[in-house]
């Protein structure tokens, strides 16, 4: 395999937001295994940019001879062509528990999150993406992302229900997969980085174990996540981390 490693990773105008919780997933798996990698940034009208993988969404891994698409696909790869490097599940029961995880935070975790990103998603994207964007989400929510908007409140409060077992969850153990990070915190993590650079909303306000658990996946790796910039950083050039 070769050592150069090439991944395209969305991007918001500003190419240092990069906000996927797909792209994040992949990235962080990388990581866990000391993988290098080089990022490119990518948008979503740069549709001819991936063309090459044989459809239209990041992440988009090369290895070597290699390309994979989707994350999970991905790091099912990265564990069996790399078995030396740490694992990402821990074995087989590991993988069968972070597979439900995986769905969870797919179709449970980030679609109360993207009701409540929507708005400040569509904000942080190149001018060239946010009609694409906004056409695309509209048509899957059924409402202008102005209407997303008005019903924030409500949106924060069906958010904070799925929430709460998390935050129970963590309150006893410092990580999803035991004493350290693994696929399972990479893909609840990646959510959570999501809203950290795409939006200013402070969504973990009075869930202090998520807060705390976040910090700790912020710093890992060397502090991989916590050098992208967050929301006000790239947005008002301030240092404020929502």
């Not at 295994?33 to 993988?53: C, D, H, M, Q, Y």
């Not at 969404?57 to 991905?74: A, H, K, M, N, Q």
């Not at 069968?96 to 769905?103: D, G």
């Not at 993406?129 to 102005?146: L, P, V």
Request: proline share 5%.
């Amino acid at each position: 395999m070769s050592a150069v490693r090439k991944m395209h990773d969305l991007a918001g105008a500003d190419e240092r937001a990069r906000f996927s919780p797909y792209c994040w997933r992949t990235r962080l798996a990388l990581a866990h295994k000391g993988l290098p990698v080089e990022t490119i940034p990518w948008r979503f009208t740069e549709k001819e940019a991936i063309a090459f993988s044989g459809q239209g969404f990041v992440p988009v891994l090369v290895d070597g001879e290699r390309c994979l698409s989707d994350s999970w696909t991905i790091a099912q790869y990265l564990e069996e062509t790399y078995p030396d490097a740490p694992s990402l599940f821990g074995g087989v029961s590991g993988l069968a528990m972070t597979r439900f995880i995986n769905q969870w935070a797919t179709d449970t975790l980030n679609l109360a999150l993207v009701r409540v990103l929507l708005p400040d998603i569509h904000a942080i994207l190149h001018p060239k993406d946010q009609h694409y964007f906004r056409t695309t989400r509209e048509k899957r929510f059924g409402m202008t992302i102005e209407a997303v908007r008005d019903a924030r409140e409500t949106n924060l409060t069906a958010m904070n229900a799925v929430l709460r077992p998390l935050n129970a969850t963590l309150t006893g153990q410092d990580f999803l997969s035991g004493t350290g990070p693994a696929y399972a915190d990479h893909v609840v993590f990646a959510s959570f980085q999501w809203a950290r650079v795409a939006s200013p909303l402070n969504i973990l306000d009075g869930f202090e174990a998520i807060a705390a658990w976040r910090e700790r996946l912020l710093d890992a790796y060397g502090g991989l996540a916590r050098a992208t910039p967050a929301h006000f950083e790239t947005v008002h050039g301030g240092q404020l981390t929502p």
